[in-house]
Each structure stands twice: as C-alpha cells, then as structure tokens.
C-alpha cells in the first residue's frame, strides 16, 4: 500500500523528464549529427519546435506535481513509511532530475558551443571573383542548426565566409567564384539535412 504514492511519484519524475529531453530534440539532433558525423539527420525532429513552449510547460507541470508530492504533509499517523526510501524516491534523485531538465530545456542557447569556431584564414582573391548570396534555409530553430549549416558551408574548399541566422532563415555567403559554384555549396548544406530553398528569389 505504501508503495503506491512513490511508484507514483517516479512516474511524474520520469514523464517530466521525457517532456524535457522531447522539446529539446530538435536542438540536440543537429550537435549529435554533427558530432557523429552524419549530417542527414541533423533536421529530424525540427517538427518539433513549433510545439516546444507547449512541452515546457508540460515539463514545468510535471515536475511541479513530482514536487508537491514529495513535499506535501503525510497525514496517516500510522505509516512509517519512506524511514529509509530508494535513491529515486528521494527530494535528492528529484532535485537531480529539475536541473537535468532546466538543462535540456536551455540546451538551445548553448548547442553552438558544441562546434569548433571556424578558424580565419587570410586568403587573397581578385575582387572580380568574390561573389556573395543569400540562401534560404528551412528546417533551421536553434543557434545549433546555424552552427550546423555555418560548418557545412565553410568547409567548402572556395567559400570565404558564412553567416547563418535561424532567425530569418537565410545563410549570407561570400565565396571565390573560381574555385567553387553556389550549386556545390547548396549541396553541402542539402546533406546536412536542411534544405535550400532554390524557389525563393535571391
């Protein structure tokens, strides 16, 4: 009988943790892709983001629940349960679980720390051959998929700079035109698994 509440509790503690890892996925996605090398996923569970404040919310209910459960007085003054409770029914393993959630749920503002920083080389071009675009890029929602698609575009052998901004969706490129064409700088960031949206005007 007195299992119960704590087998409870640990459901609450569990969903709210799913909740946290489900709303960040769309941003720990692209980090994983890139730190595993395989950049076609990295836009998976984009679909996500436009549902992420609704599973914040449920994440913050869930655990608010987890909480009152744990801290709200036990009135049967013939139970002497919970004398010597398992780690996962204990305020420590919830408190854990809080501030791995409040972690997830950051993630966004500190995926791109994940990615090295594009070290500036000094490279000399004849001006005539410097050409800069702008790309529409769909599927982008965290500073992480910019660092995504950022990396895929410079490590193009020809690109000399790349601003990307999941803000307004756009990548601004400059790039020598002698060695490399916008066509092969839009697959580099087509096999990262946001798409280039060729249909927009430029």
């Known amino acids: 009988m007195n299992d119960q509440p704590n087998n409870s509790d640990t459901k609450w503690i569990g969903a709210g943790l ?3 890892f489900v709303a960040s996925l769309c941003c720990i996605t692209p980090v994983f892709a890139f730190l595993a090398g395989i950049g076609g996923i990295a836009s998976t569970f984009s679909w996500v983001e436009p549902i ?6 449920l994440t913050a209910l869930l655990l608010a629940v987890a909480w009152y459960q744990k801290l709200k007085p036990k009135w049967d ?8 409770p398992s780690f ?8 854990i679980v809080t501030v791995l959630a409040a972690v997830l749920l ?9 990615f090295p920083n594009q070290e500036k080389q000094v490279v ?13 890029i769909e599927g982008m929602t965290c500073t992480g998929c910019e660092a995504t698609v950022e990396n895929a575009a410079s490590n193009v052998d020809g690109v000399l700079e790349a601003n990307v901004s999941y803000d307004t969706g756009k990548a601004i490129i400059k790039y020598d035109g002698s060695k490399v064409q916008q066509a092969d700088i839009e697959t580099a960031i087509n096999k990262t698994g946001f798409t280039v949206n060729t249909d927009s005007d430029r």
Request: proline share 6%.
């Open 88 to 95: 996962w029914q204990t305020k420590g393993f919830l408190g």
């Open 77 to 84: 003054p013939e139970c002497a349960c919970e004398e010597n």
């Open 106 to 114: 950051a993630f966004p503002y500190y995926s791109d720390s994940f």
């Open 18 to 20: 799913i909740a946290a």
């Open 52 to 57: 992420r404040p609704y599973l914040i919310g």
């Open 124 to 136: 000399y071009v004849q001006e005539s051959q410097v050409q800069t675009i702008t790309l529409d």
